[in-house]
């Protein structure tokens, strides 16, 4: 018997997401979870060792530490690789302000949106930053995300950008959440510069591209395309540059109007365009030939009261490979739950709930360019699984806005439990 840091038992679902086949999830695929029942998990320190049933891991291993699981579903730690959660003050005012009728657009128009989140920020200490972000990436942690991806993009200056990417570079070492930062330079144009905006792109060009690459901050340089924020010239302009200094792309595309950025997201090589609720069949097929993950953020579609989701079917059927993100942020959507946004997708966008699972979990890691490591319940990956005190895999996104997460492992270690649920830690005599 090999002896092991921790084995977890008794799962009715194990949902593997295991595949045989290499890339992301796509078409059909999207529904193929990998479960076992009564399955059972072997980890060694961080890493996965073994995966089966219960009988065949407890002839295999054993370990002082056994969780059982005791026929609930076991399943990878969420990826949520799209989220803004470095800011200052949250923003409950603009929700009543749209529930009056003013648009997203004229809020933002009239000083409100992403540039009342900029002074804050610019004034915040860097430990400021850093406390307030790390309350909100805990609560993350316990409802199931294992790894995020977060944003800089609300200082606008090359020090307050800087800033915010140190705190990410913080916040990741300090907690037990794998934290990926992205560069957001080009969020906004900030005030300052509202009536410049070429002076702007500049700066964000000669100074804080290079200034970033130099102190290693991102691997990641990401723009808010859209009409009236980065039009298609700047975009394409903005992401060139920083595309020949190395950076990798991702895009807000497409959000509110069919401005073409799921186009130029192909055009230029992106790993990702995020948002996509009106994009066309032309950025549908141009992101298919590219290889571009479509990020889709029913969330935010849903806290803006807008009606038009992203089309997660036809981009399903078109092949393409379909990922969910909060898209966490103070403004259009305070939503820190991947849970509430897989019970979105399937209840607005009609996905089945193991594609969303899918979307949620492998593909997400796959957008984040980690899937060797996670998104995942296999060997040799890292041990980031979550317990859900749920009957079925489809109980998700059926009930609503809820926490279902009965126990958070993250690389090996027991980071959330339920409080209610002590009793299922149990030791076994040897
Ligand atoms: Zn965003």
Redesign the pocket.
């Known amino acids: 018997m090999t002896k092991l840091s921790l084995i977890i038992k008794n799962a009715k679902q194990l949902l593997t997401l295991q595949s045989d086949k290499k890339g992301p999830r796509i078409g059909e695929e999207m529904q193929h979870l990998g479960i076992i029942e009564h399955g059972a998990v072997a980890i060694d320190k961080a890493i996965i060792v073994d995966v089966g049933k219960t009988d065949e891991i407890l002839n295999k291993y054993t370990s002082e530490n056994i969780i059982d699981a005791n026929g609930k579903i076991v399943m990878p730690g969420f990826v949520d690789p ?1 989220t ?1 959660p470095i800011f200052v003050q949250t923003r409950e005012n603009e929700l009543e302000m749209r529930i009056k009728g003013k648009s997203y657009k004229e809020i933002s128009q009239s000083g409100g949106g992403i540039r009342s989140s900029i002074n804050a920020v610019r004034k915040a200490s860097l430990e400021e930053l850093v406390t307030l972000a790390e309350k909100r990436i805990n609560k993350m942690l316990q409802q199931g995300t294992t790894t995020m991806e977060a ?1 800089s993009g609300y200082g606008l200056s090359t020090d307050s950008e800087i800033k915010m990417l140190r705190a990410i570079e913080i916040l990741n070492e300090k907690s037990d959440m794998d934290i990926v930062p992205t560069f957001l330079g080009a969020h906004e144009f900030p005030e300052e510069y509202k009536d410049n905006k070429d002076k702007y792109i500049r700066i964000l060009v000669d100074e804080m591209l290079p200034e970033v690459k130099r102190q290693g901050l991102s691997k990641y340089c990401d723009i808010f395309c859209e009409s009236y924020v980065y039009n298609i010239d700047q975009s394409r302009y903005i992401l060139g540059k920083a595309k020949e200094m190395g950076f990798r792309i991702r895009m ?1 595309a497409d959000e509110l109007e069919p401005t073409g950025g799921a186009e130029l997201s192909a055009e230029i090589g992106a790993i990702t365009a ?2 996509l609720g009106a994009t066309s069949d032309k950025g549908i097929q141009a992101m298919k030939r590219a290889g571009v993950v479509p990020i889709l ?1 029913p969330g935010t579609t849903f806290s803006l009261g807008l009606d038009h989701y992203a089309r997660a079917r036809d981009m399903i059927n078109a092949g393409l490979a379909v990922t969910l993100a909060t ?1 966490y ?1 103070p403004g259009s959507c305070n939503c820190d739950s991947m849970q509430f946004i897989i019970s979105l997708a399937c209840i607005q966008m009609r996905m089945l709930p193991a594609e969303a699972i899918a979307a949620s979990t492998i593909n997400g890691a796959y957008s984040l360019e980690l899937a060797d490591k996670i998104g995942s319940i296999e060997k040799t990956k890292q041990a980031d699984i979550v317990i859900m005190n749920i009957p079925s895999y489809q109980y998700i996104p059926y009930h609503l806005g809820s926490n279902c997460v009965d126990m958070v492992i993250k690389k090996g270690k027991t980071v959330f439990r339920n409080d209610n649920n002590l009793e299922l830690i149990t030791r076994v005599q040897e």
Request: proline share 0%.
């Open positions: 799209h803004h944003k807000h995020d948002h953020l898209d942020n």
